[in-house]
């Protein structure tokens, strides 16, 4: 009877290994083809005029009654056939969008997209990047303001747009632009850095687990998971982000001059109607107004990229990227 139980028992453990072996195949193989669908996939391009002229063209359709319609046709191919004779070329507008994770891995798509962008921009072309971001780590929000200070050094006029949020290092990237333009109640500013790490030291004490941690470097390592918390460690670490923050403060400053950087670098947030007079955005908008706006004497452009991330960037963004957490060990705005 004993033996029989045991052979229940293994062959139900067999059963859970095999199907937890066949889950992880499985994931593996969808990942693959995903990989290898995004690598086949580049930037794709929508024309947003022609996409507000067909949505007005579907309301008309609805609305209108058939003369009008024949008369309001009639009326655009007149101005469609002037506006050809016209020598003068419409300036393009290139919109981005950056809806900002933990770890700021839409950078990637957005490196590719500037890049795209410089090889072929004109005098007077402009970018508008709309930024959805609370912010993240330090290095992942630098590279991205980086990539957006690109364009800049190449005389390309940039907006950032801010509709819902841009703090910490959402506004590190929008501080670049020529112009900030925020919808009345979008939450901007957050300028300081924080950086949390539990620490378990005492618990491992009361149980008699040792942790060993060696470091060659004395400031190698300061305040860690596991290791033992010190006055001198805790000290490096505020060292540390007060050199982060003095960072982050001149970074505004240099990209905002016209902002009082002792009022606004506390790590406060504000929402735009406040911001304004502060002078951390430069107009009260929704991107919507304002793409609506330019696209009466632009072309419109909106450049979308097919996310290429690997497993371990993927695992990130799906774990981390919706989730208000400080990273051990990691500082983030």
Known sequence: MQTFADWVQFSVAAAVVLLLLGIVVLLLVLILKKKAKSQEDGIEIEHLNQKWEQNADHLRTALLKPDELKSFHKERAKADKAKAKDPSQRRRVFVLDFEGDLAAT?????????????????????VVVRIESPGGLVHSYGLAASQLARLRQRNIKVTACVDKVAASGGYMMAC????????PFAIVGSIGVVAGTPNLNRFLKKHD???????????KRTISLFGELTDEKKAKQQQQLNLIHE???????????QVDISIVSTGEVWPASEALKLRLVDELCTSDDLLLRLG??????LLK???????????????LGSMKMDLLDWARF
């Open 247 to 257: 960072l982050f403060k001149k970074h505004i400053a240099e990209n905002r001059p």
């Open 176 to 183: 670049v632009a020529n112009n900030i333009v925020a919808a």
């Open 209 to 219: 687990i040792d942790y060993v941690e060696q470091t060659a470097g004395e400031s």
């Open 305 to 319: 990229t097919e996310e290429k991330q690997d497993f371990k960037a993927r695992l990130l963004k799906k774990f």
């Open 106 to 126: 839409q950078c990637n798509n957005m490196r590719d997209q500037i890049t795209t962008i410089t090889a072929l921009a004109k005098p007077n072309d402009e």
């Open 296 to 301: 009466i004497e632009a072309d419109i452009f």
